[in-house]
């Protein structure tokens, strides 16, 4: 199957319309790295629509929506205030699993020195910034060149964060690209994904030997169906109604087995859980909604 | 229940803050316009706005609970690399003053709980304290004036050696510089008071100005500046205010306040008696407590709590007068010692015999004739204030600037320490998990952890204050029965001790 795939959606998580027949034609492989912007022009005057992106198939409406919500993405009490509040909670994963793996002191106020991590789907760059402040080398893609942008203004407010390298592509075309890092992070992107295993030979291909893949996602289970999508979408309004796809959820065992297929082997896996009175997201065994896996690529592997 | 003076050394200074303060040229202006007003005083300082220093976290009030704070960041290995700068004008902070053994005591002194000094060992901090004066208690004896009961408590009711550590604030603020002198912990300390501060509220508006300019310097964007009394300015990630009861970061930062003033003054002295005190006395008179703390070597504090006039007139009248009023209102004024032979209601509380606390068994004892004042007296008005929220981007309050209590309890520093203790910890918990330490909601992961404590404390305190004010018969007699349920109930006892030494943090009964 070619690895050049047309994929349905890689959204970052919440509050983007969708619109089931829309598809992003990835033709548009415009990198911005961390240099500044050619001339202020070409930089969006926010609500314009984008001459350069391939995604003319993308309606106006569309754009304006991700236009006016982009800009909330580092507000922290508004539309995304449920994916700041999990962000802690992912980290804490991510940092133990990390350090055990690549044996770093835990008690290092920088753990990830020297670390080349991607963030596949980082959206705005909520997790991208604080690995970044934990000392690793940053590449944060996603689909959505207006999330690119925003991730890039706000990485700059802060000199940590400026190094990080935001790049309006695809884990595909990085791959194409011969691109590999140390560790591959893809939260809560999967579920959004055409082709699951496809996007899991991608995530393999871009890890070294001996690297790490870490993947969130949410479990395909009644109760999932029940907090991640009634609750979540109709009673809360968290997340615009139809964002997920019950259908498109992966269970655990699946994930494990295309990772498998693909090369990698999940190590390690945790849930995440909601508790309402205190309005915190918690670490815990309980996989049967929110979980995340940790992966590793074994040293022989190509 | 023993009781402090909570002041802490910056309070006293920010009493003689001018009203007026001199904005230099930047206006806090809610919105968006905050972000224009910022950047175009950017494009003018351009030059300069590489010299102007930033640091991570900026603590507003050099006070003991300011200090604290400093002292717990610079122990913990998550966070002493921090760089800190602490804005106070008291020259106290230059570390040139230090304290001699032949000083007299100074009459503003704070009891310490047990919780509190767990906090400062675990600093470091602890050990400066005992090289100084300072007096670990053991008992407390609290009774009032209508002489129906009274209540006893000892140390060893809860298995501890101490109930508490009276020191003065002077003791306590220096061992906590010595304990950041220490250490090579980045802090610098800006002599200086703190005249307006900017805060980006929304961080995108900051970022919509920068795309039309492109300025390099936008990596000050994220941080609070704040304008200092020489002109100069900071930038900071993280703003505590730890400036006291009349919080010039509570003002500036726009956090409203609930509270009223107690219709009372406290008068502190500190006097003298022939032997050794080593229990804490409280009698609640009709006015209001009187509480007779031991701070070491024959000295002890007094802390008398009463209306605004009577507490001008005290103050003014002779020592010998005022050294009258003072053993009288200890001892036989306004009322009859209580019994302390209560056979009767030892059998009524018969069956907790097999449970009964060391101090049930203890009579009343009258407490140590006072015989000369050995400091001036100093009058303080009393109020009750509390911040209705601790955080907001980039700032946080703790300490009085967060609340202020009322001293019946000596619990006014200790809710201060408490706070810098969380803080820090969150602080270097957000800091293990790469978060930007300005941000709301690991702000408000504090402010959940320590309001409810808060507000509780504040609400047993208020009720005391409120129960001990009306003298009605019936009323007496229910207090009465209070005094006894706490001193022949052990269960009952021990909590209360327990809440009181900072090892709950709150009273519930199990």
Not at chain 1, 114 to 125: E, F, P, Q, W
Not at chain 2, 248 to 277: D, M
Not at chain 2, 292 to 316: C, H, Y
Not at chain 2, 330 to 342: A, V
Request: proline share 5%; charged share 20%.
């Amino acid at each position: 199957m070619a690895l050049n795939v047309t994929i349905h959606r890689i959204l970052r998580h919440r509050r983007f319309l969708n619109s089931a027949n829309s598809t992003l034609h990835l033709t548009n492989t415009r990198c911005f790295s961390h240099a500044p912007s050619p001339s202020p022009s070409q930089s969006s005057k926010a609500n314009d629509k984008d001459p350069h992106s391939g995604s003319s198939s993308l309606k106006d409406n569309e754009l304006a929506k991700f236009a006016a919500i982009s800009d909330t993405w580092w507000d922290s009490e508004g539309p995304f205030k449920p994916l700041h509040l999990m962000n802690p909670t992912r980290l804490a994963f991510i940092r133990s699993t990390l350090c055990r793996h690549f044996k770093r002191d835990p008690y290092s106020t920088r753990p990830f020195e020297r670390l080349k991590i991607v963030d596949v789907g980082c959206g705005g760059g909520i997790l991208s910034e604080p690995l970044a402040r934990l000392g690793a080398t940053v590449t944060g893609v996603d689909a959505v060149e207006k999330n690119i942008k925003i991730a890039r203004l706000h990485a700059d407010l802060d000199p940590t964060t400026s190094t990080i390298e935001y790049c309006c592509t695809t884990a595909e075309k990085l791959v194409e690209e011969g691109r590999t890092f140390d560790a591959v992070m893809a939260l809560e992107v999967i579920e959004h994904v055409a082709n699951p295993e496809e996007f899991c030979k991608s995530l393999a291909a871009l890890t070294n030997p001996d690297g790490a893949t870490v993947v969130s996602t949410i479990n395909r289970s009644m109760r999932a169906y029940a907090t991640a999508i009634v609750a979540a979408e109709y009673i809360l309004h968290w997340l615009p109604k139809g964002t997920h796809q019950w259908s498109s959820f992966l269970t655990p065992e699946e994930l494990a087995m295309i990772l498998h297929r693909a090369g990698i082997n999940v190590e390690e896996m945790a849930g995440f859980v909601y508790n309402p009175l205190t309005g915190r997201w918690l670490l815990s065994d309980d996989i049967s909604v929110n979980f995340i896996a940790f992966a590793t690529k074994s040293q022989n592997a190509i | 229940m023993n009781r402090l003076v909570k002041r802490s050394v910056s309070n006293f200074f920010a009493l003689k803050l001018p009203s007026k303060s001199l904005c230099t040229g930047v206006v806090k202006v809610p919105g968006s316009n905050v972000a224009e007003i910022l950047n175009e005083n950017e494009k003018k300082e351009n030059t300069t706005s590489n010299s102007i220093q930033q640091y991570d976290i900026a603590i507003v009030g050099g006070g003991m609970v300011g200090m604290a704070l400093a002292s717990f960041l610079a122990s913990m290995p998550m966070t002493k690399q921090l760089s800190v700068a602490i804005i106070d004008s008291n020259p106290a902070l230059s570390g040139s003053m230090s304290i001699k053994k032949e000083d007299p005591p100074d009459p503003r002194v704070s009891t310490v709980t047990p919780a509190t000094i767990s906090f400062m060992k675990d600093a470091g901090a602890w050990k400066y304290v005992e090289q100084n004066r300072h007096a670990y208690f053991d008992k407390m004896q609290v009774w009032d004036y209508t002489g129906l009961g009274y209540a006893r408590y000892n140390a060893r009711d809860v298995n501890k050696d101490f109930l508490g550590c009276v020191a003065e604030n002077k003791v306590l603020h220096s061992a906590l510089l010595s304990c950041i002198q220490d250490s090579d912990f980045k802090r610098t300390i800006y002599p200086l008071r703190l005249n307006s501060m900017t805060l980006n509220r929304s961080s995108m508006s900051v970022v919509e100005e920068n795309m039309s300019s492109r300025e390099s310097s936008s990596a000050q964007g994220q941080c609070a500046r704040l304008q200092l009394s020489d002109g100069n300015s900071i930038y900071a990630k993280l703003v505590v205010g730890a400036d006291g009861g009349k919080s010039r970061v509570r003002e500036l930062a726009g956090f409203k306040t609930t509270g009223w003033n107690y219709s009372q003054n406290a008068i502190i002295c500190t006097v003298e008696h022939p032997s050794e005190n080593r229990c804490a006395w409280q009698r609640f008179l009709p006015t209001g407590p009187i509480a007779l703390l031991p701070i070491g070597d024959k000295f002890s504090n007094i802390v008398w709590t009463m209306s605004p006039t009577e507490s001008n007139q005290r103050k003014s009248i002779t020592e010998e007068e005022f050294l009258k009023d003072v053993n009288s209102a200890l001892d036989y004024g306004y009322g009859p010692h209580p019994t302390s032979s209560l056979s009767g209601t030892r059998d009524l509380f018969s069956w907790f015999q097999m449970d009964s606390t060391v101090s049930a068994n203890e009579s009343f004892e009258v407490p140590p004739k006072i015989t000369k004042l050995a400091s001036e007296r100093m009058v303080f008005p009393l109020s009750l204030r509390h911040a209705n929220s601790y955080a907001s981007k980039r700032v946080v309050l703790i300490g009085d600037a967060a609340h202020t209590v009322h001293p019946l309890a000596g619990q006014g520093v200790n809710l201060g320490f408490g706070d810098a203790y969380s803080l820090s910890r969150i602080i270097a918990e957000g800091i293990a998990l790469g978060t930007d330490i300005g941000e709301v909601n690991l702000l408000k992961k504090y402010e959940a952890e320590r309001k409810p404590a808060n507000i509780s404390m504040m609400a047993i305190l208020e009720s005391f204050q409120k129960a001990y004010s009306v003298d009605f018969g019936p009323f007496n007699i229910l207090r009465a029965a209070a005094f006894h349920g706490a001193n022949y109930i052990p269960p009952l006892k021990r909590t209360i001790i327990s809440y009181a030494s900072g090892e709950q943090n709150f009273p519930v009964f199990l």
